[in-house]
């Protein structure tokens, strides 16, 4: 994955299957680069003092219907990993073999809903990786706005590498401020296939359209984009599960 750079498991040995606390994602979010030239627009956005400043997404009162995209909405294509036989067969059985619980908090890296996660670890042993990517992505499907909530609660927005200029850090706070302000939760998209250069210009021109969504909308391009981040993650966590734990 490309957006989300950080690394998924832990090897502490404090834990003997390698996962991490629960816990936002920051390091998981970050931009890392400077950005190349002027940023469009970002001379209209005003700075602010917090890019979370709204807080977590709040959960609606009632769960209600699945989160679904409606047809009119542009949604990018799935993430493209390979699939193929092998591939990450170590990373899968070890997956497959961990106690549930363990399962589950791995999985919690990868969305942050509860009820994801537990429906995940629950339909274990997958065959091989296309089949838990099919999971996943039916799995969050069916999340509930509640569930969106919560899984949104985990995540952080993305920011800046430090070295960036001041500039590009004051655009994409101010943007990400107007966002926050605008849905009640943090902004969230999938860079994979997106060159890293222009990574600051697509999250900054992302957040511009999507400000244009009514709440239906963006709750449906939001799912979507969280159900991306989930398959990237996911091929993360089955590679990282299959490298051999590092010499004592």
Do not use: K
Request: charge should be neutral; include cysteine.
């Amino acid at each position: 994955m490309s957006f989300v750079r950080g690394v998924l498991l832990s090897r502490s040995s404090e834990s003997p299957a390698g996962l991490p606390e629960r816990g936002r994602r920051a390091g998981r979010t970050a931009v890392p680069l400077q950005s190349q030239g002027p940023l469009p627009g970002h001379d209209t956005l005003r700075s602010h003092d917090s890019v979370q400043s709204h807080g977590p997404a709040q959960a609606p009162q009632g769960a209600g219907p699945p989160v679904r995209a409606p047809a009119r909405l542009p949604v990018p294509p799935p993430v493209s990993v390979s699939t193929r036989t092998g591939a990450h067969s170590n990373g899968l059985a070890r997956f497959n073999d961990w106690p549930r619980e363990l399962a589950e908090a791995a999985l919690l890296e990868c969305c942050g809903s509860r009820r994801w996660a537990h429906r995940m670890a629950a339909h274990r042993p997958y065959p091989d990786l296309a089949s838990l990517l099919a999971a996943s992505d039916e799995a969050g499907y069916d999340l509930t706005p509640t569930d969106l909530a919560e899984a949104l609660a985990a995540e952080s927005a993305p920011c800046l590498h430090h070295a960036a200029p001041r500039a590009a850090h004051l655009a994409l706070r101010a943007a990400h401020a107007a966002y926050e302000h605008s849905f009640g939760h943090v902004f969230v998209i999938c860079m994979d296939g997106v060159p890293p250069s222009q990574h600051v210009d697509q999250v900054l021109a992302a957040i511009r359209a999507r400000l244009a969504n009514d709440s239906d909308e963006e709750r449906s391009l939001t799912a979507e984009e969280m159900r991306r981040l989930a398959r990237g993650r996911i091929v993360e966590l089955v590679t990282e599960a299959g490298r051999p734990d590092p010499l004592p």
